[in-house]
């Protein structure tokens, strides 16, 4: 059974503070998607990434797929109140299926 | 506005009952995916549907069953509900079964069986 774990399960920092949120397996991805979630809504996609190493930036968020393929980290730069909300890293199964790790809740304190 | 919708929005009825859970994929995306949250379990796959045709099936208990009809509309069918059922259902959907374009999700209904 290929899993998905993401550390920390919580984190709370203050508003400036750079953070950085782990997403690793034991298991080869042919890709892995970041995907925010907030309350009463679903996840929407932030990035994917599909190559060993590759790097993407989106603004202040830098995410990084690492070189086997088996795990992504999520950086995120002077955080602001609004990146407040729940981040499900997603692997690649084959072609069609994607499984979900149970997610970093992340609170920003103004 | 994701551009999937799911209807209802929430749910509540009582156990061992039948209810039906309806999403309308993005305007052009031919696959549907339905996802089961919970607090516990996080983001469960369900089934998933091509083009009218079921093409994975996940985590799907017996009770439950999905189709997907011409217009690309897919129904969740559960049934025999349990309280352990209560959970965030989600509809998903994307252009083809292609993993690297990501999933657009809707916003879910909330069912709570009492």
């Known amino acids: 059974t290929q899993l998905l774990e993401q550390s920390p399960q919580f984190l709370s920092i203050q508003e400036g503070e750079n953070l950085t949120v782990y997403c690793n397996s034991s298991?080869?991805?042919?890709?892995l998607q970041w995907y925010r979630q907030e309350p009463g809504e679903g996840p929407v996609l932030l990035v994917t990434?599909?190559?060993?190493?590759e790097v993407k930036k989106l603004k202040r968020l830098t995410f990084q797929f690492g070189d086997a393929r088996k795990d992504s980290s999520l950086h995120i730069t002077a955080a602001q109140t609004g990146d407040t909300g729940l981040y499900l890293c997603?692997?690649?199964?084959?072609?069609?299926?994607?499984?979900f790790g149970k997610g970093t809740r992340l609170h920003i304190l103004p | 506005d994701s551009g999937v919708t799911q209807t209802p929005k929430h749910l509540i009825t009582a156990t061992g009952q039948r209810v039906t859970l309806r999403c309308s994929p993005r305007?052009?995306?031919?696959?549907v995916y339905w996802y089961q949250q919970s607090l516990d379990q996080g983001l469960q796959f369900l089934i998933q549907y091509y083009n009218g045709e079921e093409r994975a099936k996940g985590n799907i208990l017996e009770r439950f069953s999905a189709q997907q009809f011409p217009d690309l509309h897919s129904e969740l069918n559960l049934s025999s509900l349990e309280l352990g059922d209560s959970a965030l259902y989600f509809c998903a959907s994307s252009v083809d079964p292609g993993v690297p374009y990501g999933y657009t999700f809707g916003s879910g209904t909330r069912l709570t069986v009492v």
């Open positions: 997603a692997g690649g199964v084959g072609d069609d299926k994607i499984i």
């Open positions: 298991s080869v991805f042919s890709s």
């Open positions: 305007s052009g995306d031919l696959s």
């Open positions: 990434v599909v190559t060993g190493g």
